[in-house]
């Protein structure tokens, strides 16, 4: 044999083993001596042998992947190159090569093998065979369903190894056109429902792309895991065409993308799925927002276009892509909603470059007095639907489209130069117009008066200007048809005047009349009043022309809805320091608390969040009306009880409960109260408004649950309130299976949590309090009740990690200070000493041994005279075992020996089932809902990893990594070095 040419099976294994070596022409070497043999049996024996050494390593060590490596090429180094069609037959004859056959019925006899090693070294080399094939290679059929029903077994093996490459073996096992493909429905499967995070990358890499297959990938972008929600972007950027989405799943990408938790994330959107989305659209980025729909997605779209901006240069931004004409304008014929949404975006990317900007903002936005003349004109356009016309789709549609535009262009004023006050007085006095005109759609409303104010600065103008834009809406000023006689209505004047003198003194006799008790006199001077009050209505009535109109006050809902917004709107806006003005005021009596009373919901609700923020601004204000928006919060519609609500949630977070300390100014009465009684008023409307707010947390309404679970989180978190069984509530609703698909109140209370406990130790003192109400609130739930579902080791774990010292962002630098673990255990012991024989005990016993102890002498020679009692009483041999291990804790092995001999301590038999340690719980075999995971807190023990979490697989992402030198990669080689020539030398001195 020639050395050069052809080597024996051992000897080509150990050079595989070393990198450096060419596996090219070990491979074409090894061939070339199988070819020259007459009997392949014992060639086939001593390659399975050799190869046998690699598989039952389990570790992905160097050596032995190169070994896999080499052995999958030697393998599919027979099959035959592709050929001609009309060579079909010899071709098959190739793909049944009697070598390639061998290892695959090797290694389908070996799947099932009890060494999770050999298990994962053979779904590793199926899927190193399958993907070494070509892209036309075929095997027989048999083959085919043997590797499919293997592969399909392994994908549920216990290691997330041994599922991840026999997943990725899968790969070229998928009938995508086949809605019954077992393949395609183990993949969906696999990502629906495998615990490793690993096991679902690999699937989302390898899957195909199908009507079928879809769904699952789009969903897996709302992973837990960072990693597989980036790699589910970059399969959707890469296999996914943007027009095989529909608008509904482009828009939910976007907006889950830009708002994902992970940086990671969010740059493959910007970096990976936007560019793909663009390139398919030929670069057309209005296009793009054609196909996200962005008259009901405007944030969204904004925050996209933002981002295609970011990674453009200067030059590319001012690309006339919005066709503006010579003025700088879009010529009204061309306005679209997703061109004028480009305008708006780019000019504000550019005005938020500052100062560097100020040039660009010049080439695509005219100066102020031209654009607001533009505005006003395309304002005139938008129509003013009647109730017939609203009937019509296509009518309302056209006019919505309007509306969305003109609310981009209003919003471009923010974008104007307004430092000339030429142009800043155009664009006020444009404003105003389209305030005090009826036309403009009452959806325009807030915006226009927001950017108004935004342009004014001081609060007395601003009042000013609001409240006679209101009196020129609900009094509209009327013309006289004829010109009035001066010298005549001067006389008239002067008449009227006397008059009124003569009714004041007549008026002022009767009041000393009837003080002198004078009451001939008085009644004389009453019948005169009288004459000379209808003299005066005569007068005045011939003072007035019959042909004049007197105007009256308008009160239809659309003009009061109009004005409330505007009222609204400058509440917000106006400084909370100033006091309430005599303008607001007058607009308080004449327009805000009449509408409370109307009989139109949307003018009830405007005028509740009107009073609201009206009483932020005066406290005797807020005394005054906070009864009135008490019962508004108990017994009118929905959503105006929740503005209700959260107005009485804003006062107490402001003003704090001594708003209710005291009576208004208008509301004392002659005999003033005593103190006491005062104080005990007080106390009786803050307790009647926690009683409300805690009934809102059973209300059935989601809306009203979550805002009063709210208000009561900003209360406690601010230190407006402290109540132990407010906070347990809290947390029985956090728990709750009912709020399961609240996201925004599970998500408040779960980040409300974590931040009060840590804020300062009283808060944690409040969390301690609540530790027995909330474990006796679950373990007394009747069985009809949903907390039975809920698992009550899970809630214990959650408050002890709420309680831990070392998570308070405020630490006491004294270590020996007594800290709330050691009351919470004090509060455990006792409650253990109540009844040593309830099936709770074994609960409180084992979360004694996770709390966080402090080694100050008192507390802990009290503690120690619980247990003591408590080894005595206690009978149940797991709670025994776990009160001397809390002992053993607590004192040094000297101690603790003198310790058992007191107590007479009754040894433990050792040879008890180690499992009995853990704490049976019947919730633990209930349904799972109404679980949370608990972080371990800094400094808490580390729960151990199970096979699932510590054996997972890292999946290499689409993108390639940067190949390290050759120098690093030896030095790695040489670390992770396994050395198989001993074993290989053994097998053969064995044969």
Request: hydrophobic share 40%; aromatic share 4%; proline share 4%.
């Amino acid at each position: 044999m020639d050395a050069d040419n052809e080597i024996d099976v051992k000897e080509a294994f150990q050079r595989a083993q070393k990198s450096h070596n060419n596996k090219a022409k070990l491979v074409a070497s090894l061939k070339s001596r199988y070819n020259t043999l007459e009997d392949k049996t014992s060639f086939h024996e001593d390659f399975v042998n050799c190869l046998k050494h690699a598989m039952i390593v389990y570790k992905r060590e160097p050596t032995v992947e190169n070994v896999i490596e080499f052995a999958a090429r030697f393998a599919t180094s027979f099959q035959a190159a592709p050929k001609a069609e009309e060579e079909e037959e010899d071709e098959e004859e190739e793909d049944d090569h009697p070598f390639l056959s061998f290892i695959f019925n090797f290694l389908l006899e070996s799947h099932k093998a009890n060494s999770h090693a050999v298990r994962f070294r053979v779904c590793q080399l199926i899927n190193k065979l399958l993907g070494s094939m070509a892209e036309n290679a075929q095997i027989d059929d048999d083959l085919f369903d043997r590797i499919h029903q293997a592969m399909l077994v392994r994908v549920t093996d216990k290691f997330p190894n041994v599922r991840i490459q026999a997943a990725l073996a899968m790969t070229r096992l998928q009938q995508p056109s086949d809605p019954d493909c077992p393949t395609i429905k183990a993949f969906m499967l696999i990502l629906e429902n495998d615990t490793n995070a690993e096991v679902r990358r690999a699937v989302l890499s390898c899957i195909a792309m199908s009507p079928h297959t879809l769904p699952k990938v789009l969903k897996r972008t709302r992973d837990v895991k960072e990693n597989v929600r980036k790699l589910a972007y970059q399969v959707l950027a890469d296999k996914v065409h943007v027009k095989a989405l529909t608008i509904a799943q482009r828009v939910s990408l976007l907006e889950h993308g830009l708002h994902d938790t992970s940086e990671a994330v969010k740059e493959v959107v910007c970096s990976r799925l936007l560019p793909a989305w663009l390139l398919r659209l030929d670069g057309n980025v209005v296009e793009l927002l054609y196909r996200l729909d962005v008259e009901n997605c405007a944030e969204t779209a904004l925050e996209t276009l933002k981002a295609i901006f970011k990674d453009m240069a200067a030059d590319e931004l001012l690309q006339n892509r919005i066709q503006l004409d010579n003025r700088k304008l879009i010529p009204m014929e061309s306005l679209t909603c997703e061109n004028v949404l480009y305008w708006r975006a780019l000019c504000e990317f550019i005005k938020g470059k500052g100062d560097d900007g100020d040039e660009m903002l010049e080439r695509v936005l005219p100066d102020a007095a031209t654009y607001t003349d533009y505005l006003s004109g395309y304002l005139q356009r938008v129509p003013v639907l009647s109730e017939e016309q609203r009937a019509d789709l296509n009518q309302l549609e056209l006019a919505m489209t309007k509306t969305f535009t003109s609310q981009q262009l209003i919003h471009l004023i923010s974008c104007l130069d307004t430092n000339e006050e030429g142009g800043r007085k155009r664009v006020l006095a444009v404003l105003q117009e389209m305030l005090a005109l009826s036309q403009t759609p009452s959806s325009l409303v807030v915006l226009v008066t927001d950017k108004l104010l935004t342009l004014v600065s001081d609060d007395h103008r601003r009042v000013q200007i609001v409240a006679e834009i209101i009196s020129d809406l609900r009094v509209p000023i009327t013309e006289a048809s004829q010109p009035l006689d001066e010298n005549l209505s001067r006389r008239q004047q002067v008449q009227l005047a006397e008059v009124k003198v003569r009714i004041l003194e007549a008026k002022q006799a009767l009041e000393e009349c009837i003080a002198g008790q004078d009451f001939n006199r008085a009644a004389e001077l009453k019948e005169s009043i009288t004459e000379l009050e209808k003299e005066h209505k005569v007068i005045q009535e011939r003072a007035q022309p019959a042909d004049i109109e007197i105007p009256t006050e308008k009160n239809d809902p659309e003009t009061l809805l109009r004005c409330l917004m505007m009222c609204a709107e400058l509440l917000k806006q106006i400084n909370l320091k100033n006091r309430i003005v005599p303008t607001i005021s007058a607009l308080m009596s004449s327009l805000i608390l009449p509408s409370i009373a109307s009989v139109h919901p949307a003018v009830r609700s405007m005028a509740v969040v009107c009073l609201g923020t009206c009483a932020l601004h005066c406290m005797d204000f807020a005394k005054t009306h906070m009864v009135l928006l008490l019962q508004i919060a108990q017994l009118d519609d929905v959503k105006i009880r929740i503005s209700a609500l959260r107005a009485v949630i804003d006062l107490l977070l402001l003003f704090g409960f001594q708003l209710l300390s005291e009576p208004a100014a208008g509301q004392k009465s002659a005999e003033r109260m005593e103190e006491d009684e005062e104080g005990e008023v007080a106390k009786d409307t803050a307790q009647s408004i926690m009683v409300m707010l805690s009934e809102l947390l059973d209300n059935e309404v989601a809306e009203l649950r979550t805002e009063a679970a709210e208000g009561l989180a900003k209360l406690m978190y601010n230190g407006r309130m402290s109540s132990a069984k407010i906070l347990s509530r809290l947390i029985l609703l956090w728990y709750n299976p009912v709020t399961e698909d609240d996201i925004r109140l599970r998500h408040c209370l779960g980040v409300f949590f974590q931040l009060y406990s840590r804020e300062s130790r009283a808060h944690q003192e409040v969390v301690e309090e609540s530790f027995l109400l909330t474990v006796h609130t679950l373990l007394n739930a009747p069985a009809t009740s949903p907390l039975a579902e809920v698992d009550v080791n899970n809630v214990v774990e959650l408050l002890v990690e709420l309680t831990r010292p070392s998570a308070l962002v405020k630490r006491s630098a004294n270590t020996e200070e007594v800290s709330v673990h050691d009351y919470l255990a004090v509060r455990i012991c006792g409650e253990m000493l109540k009844d040593p024989t309830a099936p709770e005990v074994r609960l409180y016993a084992k979360t004694l041994n996770h709390l966080e102890l402090s080694r100050e002498e008192t507390v802990k020679k009290d503690l120690l005279s619980l247990l003591q009692q408590l080894v005595q009483v206690v009978k149940d041999r797991i709670c025994l075992q776990a009160l001397e291990k809390m002992i053993s804790y607590l004192v040094d092995s000297k101690e603790q020996a003198e310790l058992l001999n007191a107590t007479a301590l009754q040894p433990l038999d050792v040879n008890a089932d180690e499992t009995a340690m853990e704490c049976p719980s019947k919730s633990a075999k209930k349904d799972k809902r109404g679980q949370r995971k608990v972080c371990t807190a800094k400094g808490g023990r580390k729960p151990s990893k199970s096979s699932e979490e510590s054996d997972g697989e890292n999946v290499p992402d689409s993108v390639p990594a940067v190949r390290p030198s050759r120098r690093a990669k030896t030095a790695a080689l040489e670390k992770t070095k396994l050395d198989l020539n001993p074993l290989i030398n053994q097998e053969a001195n064995i044969s």
